[in-house]
């Protein structure tokens, strides 16, 4: 990341935080001395997050997809005190879906979390960042599918995750007279349980659904690797490999 150095007791908002990266991300945080407030679909492995990061931490049940909600949970937040210096953009979706066989409620779903989902958590938590004083940051998590060109398996997944990373230059660009620094995030494949995602899909989407547990071979076989990235259009990107959480 570029250099940022958060105070001690700095609030972190950290959004797909039940599990997988998020986790990881809200743990490292924590041990920095940051007090971090979990946001995840699912409010329970929210709350578990929050456990395992201290006893200052918050978590709150957070449906990116939903614009409305994403609103009204910044504003709780603001209500509570939690006005973070780091957002660290994070929930995402994953599916062996193509683009050419995909189901539009399918599609709906992935576009709501992983295109919409960051834009509406930077309206809704960004004005909150902007008013701090001190060191602020911006992270926003993106593949290493979105640094090399979109091949199989998983197109429409890919397709996304490159409008995730592009959303991320955005705000760079956006944020940089402001010197609000960006980070994008680009793991390689991991075994983060992302292919369960859809265990939580909301029913307006077409409901919760089970996906077949060979369905993460993908991961687990590759789990071990990470693709390298590499700097786009002289923009900084993070591939880092995290431990599992």
């Not at 997988?20 to 924590?30: E, K, N, S, T, V």
């Not at 971090?36 to 997809?65: F, M, N, P, Q």
């Not at 599918?145 to 995730?164: E, H, I, N, W």
């Not at 547990?213 to 071990?224: K, M, N």
Request: glycine content about 12%.
């Amino acid at each position: 990341m570029t250099a940022y150095a958060p105070a001690q007791g700095d609030w972190a908002v950290i959004t797909g935080a039940g599990r997988g990266i998020g986790r990881w991300l809200a743990q490292h945080f924590a041990a920095k001395g940051m007090r971090i407030c979990a946001l995840d679909i699912d409010a329970y492995e929210a709350e578990e997050t929050a456990r395992l990061c201290g006893k200052d931490s918050r978590a709150h049940g957070c449906d990116v997809s939903d614009r409305a909600e994403t609103e009204r949970v910044a504003e709780k937040l603001i209500a509570q005190g939690i006005e973070p210096s780091l957002l660290w953009i994070n929930a995402g979706v994953g599916t062996a879906d193509t683009v050419g066989g995909t189901k539009a409620r399918t599609l709906d779903w992935l576009m709501g979390v992983n295109v919409l989902g960051p834009v509406h958590t930077a309206q809704a938590c960004l004005p909150s960042l902007k008013a701090q004083g001190g060191a602020r940051h911006v992270g926003i998590t993106a593949s290493s599918a979105s640094v090399v060109p979109v091949s199989g398996p998983f197109t429409l997944y890919a397709t996304t995750k490159q409008m995730t990373a592009a959303i991320g230059e955005a705000l760079m660009a956006e944020l940089a007279e402001e010197e609000i620094g960006v980070t994008i995030l680009c793991p390689g494949i991991l075994n983060t349980q992302i292919w369960t995602a859809a265990h939580a899909r909301p029913a307006r989407f077409g409901g919760a659904r089970s996906a077949p547990d060979e369905l993460g071979d993908h991961w687990r076989a590759r789990g071990a690797r990470a693709r390298v990235g590499r700097n786009a259009r002289q923009r900084r990107r993070l591939v880092h490999r995290p431990d599992r959480s």
